[in-house]
């Protein structure tokens, strides 16, 4: 199998416009330490609770709430948001190659959430 093409495919990733807007952002928004604790903080409920959302399980009242409040506050600064948009633009660029590439292969691996 020829690697260089998804070599190349790597180098589009981090060449495009995408990437340098995320990769931008998150270098700004990283910066202050008690912002990046929330951001993280965020990301492992989100986790959690779509994780509990693939499993017909019902979410935990208490991550639920924390999730909303933690949500409020990151989507209330505007370079977080910005920053969080950018990193849902780039998961879904991810999927969709992700996606492209294993009907290529003509694999059936699905991505939960993704048709």
């Known amino acids: ?4 093409a998804a070599h190349n495919l790597a180098r589009a990733i981090r060449d495009s416009e995408e ?7 998150k270098a700004e928004v990283m910066t202050d330490d008690t912002q ?20 017909g ?6 991550d639920m709430q924390r999730f909303t409040g933690i949500s409020s506050l990151l989507f209330g600064k ?6 969080l948009l950018a990193e849902m633009r780039m998961q879904q660029a991810m999927a969709d190659i992700f996606r492209i590439i294993t ?7 699905p991505l939960p959430g993704v048709e």
């Open 78 to 83: 505007e370079e977080v948001s910005q920053y």
């Open 36 to 55: 990046a604790a929330l951001i993280r903080e965020y990301k492992k409920l989100q986790m959690s609770l779509q994780m509990n959302a693939m499993t």
């Open 1 to 4: 199998m020829e690697y260089g």
């Open 19 to 25: 990437y340098q807007t995320y990769h931008r952002l």
């Open 103 to 109: 009907e290529a292969a003509d694999l059936d691996m």
């Open 57 to 62: 399980r019902a979410p935990d009242g208490e």
